[in-house]
């Protein structure tokens, strides 16, 4: 099993839908948790940090579930321009490197 | 430029052939990452350093795999004797912190495409 999965998609949904994707993670003692945006043949750039009591940028809300191991990312109202792969990412320790393990990633379509 | 610099961003090699891979990350950036990413894939990580020291190495996959930091900024990814299977995209990244702090922002480069024939 791997330390972070997603389901990889991809999830096509229309203009101005509501789409969210869920993380999971095995490493109980993981510390940080993160959403990155990969854009097609692009560098992964970071989208939002996921904190325990959940927040929100925006269109975009991330909220982490310890007790299931999980975060999610939602985005409201999808635009065309939010098609992308979105990772996400997890520290594995605490005062660590800054190692991030990365999921496969998710891709969305927003079509018009 | 102000981001991070890879070069270069496409390498066709024979199987069997030695590359380097080179990273020039954001200037004062204490550390750097090199992960690689196979199409369809999330990025995995190969290695890290904080400054010159290579303080973690357990996600290079072989010992054909080798990287280097000598001075603390400037660094390079070699693959010795490649394979197919090496084929991917090699993306640095660096971030201002060390181990004490982590904000998670790693500010990747945009990857050098190795392409094993």
């Known amino acids: 099993r791997k330390e972070v999965e997603q389901d990889p998609g991809p999830f096509n949904v229309p203009e101005g839908a509501t789409v969210a994707f869920n993380c999971t993670y095995s490493?109980?003692?993981?510390?940080?948790f993160f959403w990155y945006r990969q854009d097609c043949r692009k560098e992964p750039k970071l989208l939002m940090s996921?904190?325990?009591s959940g927040n929100e940028d925006g269109r975009f809300t991330a909220q982490l579930n310890r007790a299931s191991q999980y975060i999610s990312l939602l985005i409201r109202d999808s635009k065309l321009s939010d098609s992308a792969t979105y990772l996400c990412a997890v520290s594995p320790l605490s005062g660590n490197t800054g190692k991030l393990i990365f999921g496969q990633g998710t891709t969305l379509q927003v079509k018009p | 430029g102000a981001g991070v610099s890879q070069s270069p961003r496409y390498k066709v090699a024979k199987r069997g052939q030695d590359v380097a891979l080179r990273c020039d990350p954001i200037?004062?950036?204490?550390?750097l990452f090199w992960y690689q990413q196979a199409l369809g894939q999330g990025p995995e990580f190969l290695t890290y350093?904080?400054?010159?020291?290579?303080?973690?190495k357990s996600g290079l996959p072989s010992d054909r795999f080798f990287a280097e930091r000598p001075e603390g900024s400037v660094s390079t990814l070699k693959i010795q004797r490649t394979q197919q299977e090496d084929s991917a995209v090699y993306l640095c990244?660096?971030?201002?912190?060390?181990?004490?702090?982590?904000?998670?922002?790693?500010?990747f480069g945009e990857g050098s495409r190795l392409t094993v024939l």
């Open positions: 350093f904080q400054n010159e020291a290579q303080l973690d």
């Open positions: 490493n109980s003692a993981s510390q940080s």
């Open positions: 200037s004062g950036h204490v550390s």
């Open positions: 990244a660096s971030s201002p912190q060390g181990p004490t702090s982590n904000t998670g922002e790693l500010f």
């Open positions: 996921v904190y325990s």
